[in-house]
């Protein structure tokens, strides 16, 4: 019975060719699987893929910590795998790792962080009521300094938005608010959805540029999509930083509550409500408040190398072999929390064990292959996605073949497994030559895309496809939808909320066997299948005529000339 299910699932597969013509005119217009592929496709198996996320999710990885022994063990362990499955190690002196500098960063109890006003000083709690961080990576540093709200913090030529407006920032501190101003207008930041602009990134880098010595971020939780939970358990403890490469960094980088934000507005005899919506004028001007921020930053430092994990399946053809499609899943989680009692360990089994035990089916079935596609196939489990997609950021920058010459790379980042899906998300795909394709191969895999089921949230900017889109890899995640088997969209509405609201970032994400991997298993095959079809193609994809990365496109391109 198994084998005519999988005989006629392969001759309907095989009656649609792939309109690859259409997602790049200088693609074959014959391009499609060849049995060889269908083969390993059919060979995924949800059952491995619930093993390493048991595994990797285990107590014994303690959280998989960047920098912490758990984190290390992760990557010897995705290494291991990688060299089981006789794929050729493209990391540092023929390893499977890539060593990536970075710097440990925990704020030490003596820092202090103040807002002082005509009505007096307020001391701010540290992880109640404010997380702070010196990011210019100095054991101690002091900031006495006047406070500037500037609105979004946002300066966007293309959209005729500046918040700025030629305001001297230099040695202030700059209030702002997450996000960016709300449009339903596609071509004002996008409409709904977010772009980098109003990621917190985003801010924290451009006042920077600006000359200033810090910036406080008002987290509002609709604003920021996530509570402030979130804030505190990603900015608790130790955080990890890329070792200074000469660009201009905060002595402060912080977000404080709401009601502290409003605190301080009143203070300073003004209204925090009218002032947010008042952000959302062009006519925007800076304002200077009667209020300055006094902090002493004293951080313990801690230099250190965490690694990526890479390996190649080299391609048939002599031509294409020294390009190569990418798929990447990032193994870190936020590790141990020692002051918190009871289970103070944020095992990360959907965020992003799922991911990794995805990679590595993924690579488990090309290895197995009894044919290899023409480019070359590369597998990256990267480090510190969670402390600011910092693993993947060095990889775009070191990668192991020029990025020019990189056709795509395929993300997967918390994918739950909760059954099979009858939805697949790939936002910002549309935004890639290679769309046509995804569309038609979700139609063989009886998927529907579904869009962006809160673009608002910019969860394109949020997980490691993003660094390989800066420079200028056509790039994004692969995720389910909320639809599945057996259940309306409702139920999978409530899931995503109550494991967003329940168990995101939070120690309860951990490894269950009633968990159904068969989702999974559906989108490491839909993955498979793309990947070897982007691996075919006879030239590279690209980005939309007018995206904000086609211009690192063209400078990735004109890099391997």
Known sequence: ???????????????????????????????????????????????????????????????????????????????????????????????????VPMVGIT????????????KGTTDLRPLEQYVAYDQTQQPQSDVD?????????????????????????????????????????????????????????YKYEEAARKGAVGVILIHD?????????????????????????????????????????????????????????????RDFHPIALPVRLKAHMV???????????????????????????????HYDHLGIRPDMPGDNIYNGAND???????????????SEAAARPRRSILFASVTAEEQGLLGSEYL???????????ALDLNYDDVPPLGSPEEVEVSGS???????????????????????????????????????ARVGIPAFSINEGIKYKGHDAAWGLQQAEEYTSKHYHQPSDEYHPSMDFTGDAAMARFGFALGWEAASLTRLMGWQKGDEFEAARMKSYAGTQ
């Open 221 to 281: 939780t609709e604003m920021a999509s996530y509570p402030w939970e979130v804030v505190r358990n990603s900015n608790s403890g130790e955080k990890s930083y890329l070792k200074l490469d000469g660009s201009p960094k905060l002595k402060v980088a912080s977000w404080v509550q709401l009601e502290v934000a409003k605190q301080m507005a009143a203070s300073a005899g003004m209204d925090l409500n009218k002032m947010m919506a008042n952000a959302r004028s």
């Open 396 to 406: 775009g920058k070191h990668p192991p073949i020029p990025a020019g010459k990189i």
């Open 1 to 99: 019975m198994r084998a005519t299910v999988i005989v006629l699932f392969l001759l309907c597969f095989l009656s649609i060719i792939v309109p690859a013509q259409s997602a790049h005119k200088h693609a074959s217009d014959q391009a499609r699987l060849p049995g060889a592929a269908f083969a390993a496709l059919q060979k995924i198996d949800p059952e491995r893929i619930r093993a390493h996320v048991r595994f990797l999710s285990h107590d014994l990885l303690e959280g998989r910590g960047t920098g912490q022994r758990g984190g290390d063990i992760a990557a010897e362990y995705i290494g291991t795998q990688f060299a089981l499955y006789g794929l050729k190690p493209v990391g540092d002196n023929g390893t499977y790792l890539q060593k």
């Open 299 to 329: 951080s313990k430092i801690r230099p250190f190398e965490s690694n990526n994990v890479l390996a190649m399946l080299p391609g048939l053809d002599r031509k294409l072999r020294d390009e190569a499609v990418l798929y990447t899943a």
């Open 430 to 468: 549309e935004r890639t030559t290679f769309y046509p394709v995804i569309e038609a191969m979700a139609k063989t895999f009886r998927l529907t895309i579904r869009p962006d089921s809160r673009p608002e949230a910019g969860h394109y900017y949020r997980s490691d496809h993003f660094s390989l």
């Open 352 to 366: 992003n064990a799922t991911g990794c035990g995805i990679l590595l089916e993924i690579a488990r079935a090309y």
């Open 107 to 118: 704020p030490a109890a003596e820092t202090t962080f103040s807002l002082v006003s005509l």
């Open 145 to 201: 300094a006047d406070i500037v709200y500037v609105g979004y913090g946002i300066e966007a030529p293309e959209y005729t938005w500046d918040d700025y407006k030629g305001t001297d920032v230099r040695g202030k501190v700059l209030l702002t608010l997450v996000s960016e101003p709300p449009s339903d207008d596609v071509n004002f930041f996008k409409g709904k959805a977010l772009t980098y602009y109003g990621r917190w990134t």
